[in-house]
């Protein structure tokens, strides 16, 4: 990349940083929030954008070098899978929250539509749901998406090993006794909630959680080939929009 196109993407980074890093301890401070201290570590969204500013840092490192003139130790192929992986987890987290949100604004009582624009108005939510996202993407689609084809089959199943490692985990974390908020919640997620639908129970309008993950799976998988479009998509006719 030339000079202009490695400060944008350094630009990008940095903010990206600054959102998940504020967004993450809001969430952990907020005096009003519903998850307490250091179970918002807990919490999925936090996960990935602590995980997102790694990879942000060490995107920074490869800049700084790279304008030094510098080799960089991290393969370029390497930090493109990751970043690509980590980006569709910021979709996700993205999608999944704006997506329940927006279904709720129509389908639930007055009084709980306030609540849902007042959770979507919260600091330390727009900033890791949002902010963070939005950057992460820009980034990735028009500075490092650069993910080879022969990778793809290998990043579509890694992208689902992080998502089903927190479930598993998280549910023997409540299997154990430990609760997520200060409501004493047994899980951070609906889609985890293994009490009130079960695993594989289909009744009474309610499906088991393995359906939900499946759902979500399924969503995360394809959200791959989203990003590979539209990297195909930027690279053949927007690759020169920062050039010199």
Request: proline share 2%; aromatic share 18%; charged share 15%.
């Amino acid at each position: 990349m030339n000079k202009k196109k490695l400060i944008i993407s350094l630009i990008l980074k940095i903010v990206c940083i600054v959102s998940a890093i504020t967004g993450t301890l809001l969430a952990f401070y907020w005096p009003e929030g519903y998850m307490v201290k250091w179970r918002t570590f807990l919490y999925f969204t936090e996960d990935s954008n602590m995980l997102m500013t790694i990879v942000m840092y060490i995107g920074i490192i490869r800049i700084i070098k790279d304008l030094k003139g510098l080799d960089k130790r991290i393969s370029d192929d390497t930090f493109y899978c990751f970043k690509h992986m980590f980006t569709v987890m910021m979709f996700f987290t993205m999608l999944t929250f704006y997506g329940m949100s927006i279904i709720g604004l129509f389908t639930e009582s007055e009084t709980d539509r306030a609540g849902i624009i007042h959770l979507m108005s919260i600091p330390s939510n727009w900033t890791v749901h949002l902010l963070a996202p939005i950057t992460s993407i820009i980034d990735y689609l028009f500075f490092d998406a650069r993910v080879k084809k022969e990778n793809r089959r290998i990043i579509n199943f890694l992208s689902l090993i992080f998502p089903l490692c927190y479930c598993i985990g998280t549910i023997m974390l409540s299997y154990a006794g430990v609760r997520f908020s200060h409501e004493l919640a047994i899980v951070p997620y609906f889609f985890l909630d293994y009490e009130q639908y079960g695993y594989l129970a289909i009744q009474n309008g309610k499906i088991g959680i393995i359906y939900m993950w499946v759902v979500l799976a399924l969503i995360i998988y394809f959200s791959n080939y989203l990003f590979y479009y539209l990297q195909g998509l930027i690279q053949k006719k927007f690759d020169n929009i920062f050039s010199d």
